[in-house]
């Protein structure tokens, strides 16, 4: 398998504009979650998903942030708008779940930079 | 609100030191317990995970112990080697969720 598969790798966008993040997570994983990186707060989690359902998105800043997961195989981050100070790290992570095992795969993040 | 903390936040080795990573949590009710490792510019990697009931677990030259009473965990790394040079962070989950609480991390640097 290719791993969780982000993109883009690097976003930069200015503030007020939509950024949508995108996330395949390793197949037959039941687990889904999108974590933030900074240097300040360290990794955070912002929600995840299970079989496809949100479970806990209290990780969630604000309303201006906001994920799906229409299927198995993909998921989104949205923010709109954007402001600088979302600029970090985002990751998403996909975890079989009990059955599998408990350990989360990470993706290789998306960096992003709000002017 | 479980916190999990991390000292040192860094720490330089020669090559070929055994070391230690400490990982504290206040919250002793976890159900597992991770270590990941975490290089410059990339995702994270797992290394290592214990379950509540476990005392420790071991992968190469790594070894991982838990003491969920007093609420801590130690990575050890043997032989180290610069390749081992990254950022360590471990991480809790609760008894009840998946959501996982990390830790800062240790920036660790192996010199040859």
């Known amino acids: 398998d290719a791993g969780v598969i982000q993109s883009p790798r690097h976003e930069v966008t200015e503030m007020g504009q939509e950024v949508t993040l995108r996330c395949k997570p390793i197949?037959?994983?039941?687990?889904l979650f999108w974590y933030r990186q900074t240097m300040m707060r360290g990794l955070e989690l912002l929600i995840y998903f299970n079989n496809n359902v949100p479970i806990d998105d209290s990780g969630m800043p604000e309303d201006r942030f906001s994920a799906k997961m229409p299927n198995a195989s993909f998921s989104t981050l949205k923010i709109q708008p954007s402001e600088p100070r979302d600029s970090a790290v985002y990751f998403c992570a996909s975890s079989p779940g009990t059955r599998g095992g408990d350990t989360q795969y990470f993706g290789p993040g998306t960096r992003l930079t709000v002017l | 609100k479980q916190e999990v903390t991390q000292i040192p936040a860094a720490l330089s080795v020669p090559e070929g030191e055994n070391l230690v990573l400490n990982c504290s949590f206040t919250d002793s009710a976890i159900y597992n317990l991770q270590w990941f490792r975490q290089d410059p510019g990339k995702g994270l990697t797992s290394l290592l995970l214990i379950q509540s009931s476990q005392r420790e677990q071991t992968s190469g030259r790594l070894n991982a112990s838990l003491d969920k009473s007093s609420g801590r965990s130690t990575l050890y790394i043997a032989a180290s080697q610069p390749g081992d040079s990254a950022t360590y962070l471990c991480?809790?989950?609760?008894?009840?969720?998946?959501?996982?609480?990390f830790g800062k991390g240790t920036s660790l640097l192996v010199t040859p």
């Open positions: 991480a809790v989950r609760p008894n009840s969720g998946y959501a996982l609480n």
């Open positions: 197949s037959g994983h039941d687990y």
